[in-house]
């Protein structure tokens, strides 16, 4: 037996109120309307759903337990309806989201942050500290549905937008003679064994460019995958490193951050799937480009050095 929802409405109004009129003006009906309506879902049921006197309205046993069920399915059905809205309008469900490396500190808690704020229903996950490579083998294996990566690095099935681009920075041992410097040059980091990110990674491409158009070659002691532990061989002493600017959010003892003359700049761009059109996408896509808008507005390096001066 299918009932509907009006007939739920209209049945929980009335034993809510005890009174049709009461009840029928507060639905917009005509009592009579209202009473008919009444009457035929009790047919509809084969019992008595309410007892009715001049004075009063009484709920039966079967009324009662019609009551409280009618009450559930409506809130239910309303929670339904605002969820698909808010699953439509792209602010509730879960969202999968990668961040290539140093954005996993300098970007990534300001989206999750921002997040919170504008979508708080969104239900994120979040994986950092992977490079460009990975991050579209994930794409493409659906086990992330945005990216922030470096570079646009093309493939099929994948969309793929360059919302800025950042300088890059020195990361040095706190025993390098080059912390003395304000900002160095490619001359200063020629011949210097480096640390670095994998052969396959936008960064190391980025260094190889950068010292080859001063006709040098890095010189690498040992490769890294993630910044953290990047950063770790740096406070080691076993090496210095071109980092993205965002870098500099991972602050670590033993570990200096200089500007570079002239510096490579490398582009951070969002990918996702060519046939997701999800709102939730789409919102995430434009939280990401304000906050990353903001994260390299000002490069941190010169910042930091700023307030060193000034103090």
């Known amino acids: 037996m299918m009932l509907e929802t009006r007939q739920l409405q209209n049945f929980a109004m009335v034993a809510r109120e005890r009174h ?69 309008s792209g602010l509730q469900g879960p969202l999968r989201l990668g961040f290539t490396g140093s954005t996993t500190y300098g970007v990534m808690p300001q989206v999750v942050r921002r997040t919170a704020a504008l979508a708080p229903r969104l239900q994120l996950s979040v994986s950092g500290e992977m490079i460009t490579p990975q991050l579209v083998t994930q794409l493409l294996d659906r086990t992330v549905d945005i990216a922030l990566l470096r570079g646009t690095t093309p493939a099929t099935g994948l969309e793929c937008q360059t919302i800025g681009s950042e300088p890059c920075i020195a990361a040095l041992p706190s025993d390098s003679d080059l912390v003395e410097a304000e900002a160095i040059t490619a001359a200063d980091i020629s011949g210097r064994v480096l640390v ?4 396959t990674s936008v960064m190391s491409t980025t260094t190889a460019n950068f010292l080859g158009a001063h006709h040098r070659t890095p010189d690498y002691a040992i490769r890294a995958s993630q910044t953290s532990t990047l950063m770790s061989l740096i406070a080691a002493g076993l090496g210095m490193a ?70």
Not at 72 to 79: F, G, K, P, W
Not at 196 to 199: A, N, S
Not at 286 to 297: G, P, R, S
Request: proline share 6%; no cysteine; charged share 25%.
């Open 196 to 199: 670095g990110y994998p052969e």
């Open 20 to 88: 049709f009129g009461r009840a029928a003006e507060r639905l917009g009906l005509a009592q009579p309307y209202l009473s008919q309506q009444i009457r035929k879902l009790e047919r509809q049921l084969g019992t008595t759903l309410l007892h009715r006197t001049t004075r009063s309205v009484t709920v039966t046993p079967a009324g009662a337990h019609l009551l409280e069920e009618a009450e559930r399915v409506l809130a239910e059905l309303d929670t339904l309806g605002t969820e698909v809205g808010l699953i439509g």
């Open 242 to 311: 071109i980092v993205p600017g965002t870098a500099s959010a991972l602050a670590i003892p033993g570990v200096e951050f200089r500007t570079i003359v002239d510096a490579p700049r490398t582009e951070l761009a969002l990918a996702r799937r060519a046939d997701d059109d999800s709102r939730a996408t789409e919102r995430m896509t434009a939280i990401i480009t304000e906050v990353v808008a903001a994260a390299i507005a000002e490069p941190p390096v010169a910042a930091a050095i700023a307030e060193e001066d000034a103090s």
